[in-house]
């Protein structure tokens, strides 16, 4: 059964960092391909980085320079480094596999940038 669980999050300053871990089990995790999603209150959610098996990264042009993920294979943990935090990252942040979503979301970890 799959389980992802994030954590990290918490009210933050505009300018602000927060780093978001997210451990997963039930899968095999070092080839699975990871994205971090977020959904702000009203909105769908969206894709927000991503994450190869082999550590190639991607990033929505709206956290480009600003967000970085990383891995670690041993820890089945996936991370997000997010720096210069602004009041439109405020969501839920959630991990899962990409392209292809696991049925099974986890509970999301909140982030709100407020001054």
């Known amino acids: 059964q799959v389980q992802l669980v994030e954590s990290g999050g918490g009210l933050v300053q505009p300018g602000g960092s927060l780093r978001l871990s997210c451990a997963a089990s039930?899968?095999?995790?070092?080839?699975?391909?990871m994205g971090w999603y977020r959904q702000a209150p009203g909105k769908q959610r969206e894709l927000v980085a991503t994450?190869?098996?082999?550590?190639?990264?991607s990033y929505a042009d709206s956290v480009k320079g600003r967000f970085t993920i990383s891995r670690d294979n041993a820890k089945n943990t996936v991370y997000l480094q997010m720096n210069s935090l602004k009041p439109e990252d405020t969501a839920v942040y959630y991990c899962?596999?990409?392209?292809?979503?696991?049925?099974?979301w986890g509970q999301g970890t909140q982030v709100t940038v407020s001054p």
């Open positions: 899962n596999r990409f392209p292809k979503v696991f049925d099974s």
């Open positions: 039930g899968i095999i995790f070092s080839p699975t391909a």
């Open positions: 994450i190869t098996s082999g550590g190639s990264t």
